[in-house]
């Protein structure tokens, strides 16, 4: 997808004594293409992209897959106005161990990776590659909920193991809709994530719109994306959502026609109530041992890292609340 300007932490980095400029707030925007069937998604993920490394502490490979990851779930759960959400797992061979995303239409995301800490670096180069980090072999799955009631999931293989291709990958394979999408993300020189940002680009199902997602294609492959992205770093001239868009896009695809926008925000749907209902998942019998064991449990969200504490007698409350539930045995 587009080539990245500046290297992760660890390789070369931009001038020591860059300013650092604070981003617009996160925001998704859908659109179409005046007179062609083509639909047009752009995310805006900074602020979140920085709250997922920051929740996991993660080292720079893990920050880089969350951004693009993160992005990339946000951008496909965008088929519905308001009750889509999405949940996109790129799981691999490599240390990372895989990334999943939860994302909804209204603009939340969470998203955490197997392995944070993983001390691998991306590849230096003119993008930086998540290739080694997430692996060669392994599988890109996605599970929509429409609020209907009936999920729908598919899956493809990863090939190239960087996550927005591989995505794009799973769009034309699995859900056989012609797609264009890249997710992209920039270093601040203090190794946190600076800007993260992507684009979809979809033909109408059974439309003629192929023609302008190979240009849009085209366009992302040869880097229009991370330049904007770059350039505004560099000139201090970042752009909001549509004005990012306009800037990668402009009128090379025709005229186009905002539909509505979105705030973008790292929430996570965890709560002690949930936390405790996993507990009582284990079972009476498990729950008496840990009483004896331990007198005490803690759960942690794999999303957000919040760690709900609970007592001997929250136990013991759980425990009894799951015993009658199953009854007496028969």
């Given at each position: 997808m587009g080539k990245l300007a500046n290297a992760p932490p660890g390789g070369s980095k931009r001038g020591a004594g860059m300013a650092v400029f604070e981003p617009p707030p996160d925001e998704v925007l859908r659109a179409v293409l005046d007179g062609r069937p083509v639909r047009i998604v752009l995310a805006t993920t900074s602020f979140a992209a920085r709250e997922a490394a920051r929740r996991h502490a993660a080292a720079p490979a893990a920050a880089l897959a969350l951004a693009r990851a993160a992005t990339a779930g946000l951008l496909l759960a965008t088929l519905t106005k308001d009750d889509e959400r999405v949940t996109l797992q790129v799981l691999g061979d490599g240390p990372l161990g895989g990334v999943t995303v939860d994302a909804t239409a209204a603009g939340r995301v969470r998203a955490y990776v197997k392995n944070p800490e993983a001390p691998l670096l991306p590849a230096a180069g003119a993008r930086a590659s998540l290739a080694r980090a997430i692996g060669h072999t392994g599988v890109v799955s996605v599970i929509r909920d429409l609020g209907l009631g009936q999920p729908f999931s598919g899956s493809t293989a990863i090939r190239s193991?960087?996550?927005?291709?591989?995505?794009?990958?799973?769009?034309?394979?699995?859900?056989?809709?012609?797609?264009?999408?890249?997710?992209?993300?920039?270093?601040?020189?203090?190794?946190?994530?600076?800007?993260?940002?992507?684009?979809?680009?979809q033909a109408l199902p059974g439309s003629d719109g192929a023609d302008a997602v190979a240009e849009a294609r085209a366009l992302v492959s040869d880097g229009a994306l991370a330049r904007v992205l770059g350039a505004g770093i560099d000139d201090g001239q970042l752009h909001d959502a549509e004005g990012l868009l306009a800037a990668v896009l402009g009128d090379r695809l025709g005229r186009i026609e905002l539909l509505d926008r979105r705030p973008v925000l790292f929430q996570c749907a965890c709560s002690r109530a949930r936390a405790g209902a996993s507990l009582a998942s284990l079972g009476e019998s498990e729950l008496a041992a840990m009483i004896l064991d331990e007198g005490k449990a803690e759960v942690t969200c794999n999303f957000c890292r919040e760690r709900y504490e609970f007592d001997e007698a929250e136990l013991e409350r759980i425990r009894r609340e799951t015993a009658k539930q199953v009854g007496p045995p028969s």
């Amino acid at each position: 997808m587009g080539k990245l300007a500046n290297a992760p932490p660890g390789g070369s980095k931009r001038g020591a004594g860059m300013a650092v400029f604070e981003p617009p707030p996160d925001e998704v925007l859908r659109a179409v293409l005046d007179g062609r069937p083509v639909r047009i998604v752009l995310a805006t993920t900074s602020f979140a992209a920085r709250e997922a490394a920051r929740r996991h502490a993660a080292a720079p490979a893990a920050a880089l897959a969350l951004a693009r990851a993160a992005t990339a779930g946000l951008l496909l759960a965008t088929l519905t106005k308001d009750d889509e959400r999405v949940t996109l797992q790129v799981l691999g061979d490599g240390p990372l161990g895989g990334v999943t995303v939860d994302a909804t239409a209204a603009g939340r995301v969470r998203a955490y990776v197997k392995n944070p800490e993983a001390p691998l670096l991306p590849a230096a180069g003119a993008r930086a590659s998540l290739a080694r980090a997430i692996g060669h072999t392994g599988v890109v799955s996605v599970i929509r909920d429409l609020g209907l009631g009936q999920p729908f999931s598919g899956s493809t293989a990863i090939r190239s193991g960087e996550i927005d291709e591989d995505v794009e990958r799973y769009l034309e394979e699995s859900e056989q809709v012609v797609s264009a999408l890249a997710a992209d993300a920039l270093f601040a020189p203090d190794g946190t994530i600076a800007l993260a940002a992507g684009l979809l680009v979809q033909a109408l199902p059974g439309s003629d719109g192929a023609d302008a997602v190979a240009e849009a294609r085209a366009l992302v492959s040869d880097g229009a994306l991370a330049r904007v992205l770059g350039a505004g770093i560099d000139d201090g001239q970042l752009h909001d959502a549509e004005g990012l868009l306009a800037a990668v896009l402009g009128d090379r695809l025709g005229r186009i026609e905002l539909l509505d926008r979105r705030p973008v925000l790292f929430q996570c749907a965890c709560s002690r109530a949930r936390a405790g209902a996993s507990l009582a998942s284990l079972g009476e019998s498990e729950l008496a041992a840990m009483i004896l064991d331990e007198g005490k449990a803690e759960v942690t969200c794999n999303f957000c890292r919040e760690r709900y504490e609970f007592d001997e007698a929250e136990l013991e409350r759980i425990r009894r609340e799951t015993a009658k539930q199953v009854g007496p045995p028969s």
